[in-house]
């Protein structure tokens, strides 16, 4: 049992670089005339940060999530790769 869930920490270890890295190439190709559809994608997330005032702390949160085709791209060679280690 122990075995399974320290393969699925790396499962997701594995998704999120290749998110990370298909994001950052994304990035790069849309100032490329030939790769700019790799860029293209959708941001959602919160656009006002959430901020809690509590007197004794204060903290703001926000969250923003931009996929692209790249970074989806990039997870689904990081669940390929995977498979095959």
């Given at each position: 049992?122990?075995?399974?869930?320290?393969?699925?920490?790396?499962?997701?270890?594995f998704?999120?670089?290749?998110?990370?890295?298909?994001?950052?190439?994304?990035?790069?190709?849309?100032?490329?005339?030939?790769?700019?559809?790799?860029?293209?994608?959708?941001?959602?997330?919160?656009?006002?940060?959430?901020?809690?005032d509590?007197?004794?702390?204060?903290?703001?949160?926000?969250?923003?999530?931009?996929?692209?085709?790249?970074?989806?791209?990039?997870?689904?060679?990081?669940?390929?790769?995977y498979?095959?280690?």
């Amino acid at each position: 049992m122990a075995a399974k869930d320290k393969s699925m920490w790396i499962l997701i270890v594995f998704i999120l670089a290749g998110i990370v890295i298909g994001g950052l190439i994304g990035d790069l190709a849309s100032k490329s005339t030939g790769l700019w559809w790799l860029a293209y994608g959708q941001e959602f997330g919160l656009n006002q940060p959430l901020a809690v005032d509590l007197s004794i702390i204060k903290f703001s949160f926000s969250l923003m999530i931009k996929l692209n085709i790249s970074s989806i791209l990039g997870m689904i060679l990081a669940v390929f790769i995977y498979r095959k280690v």
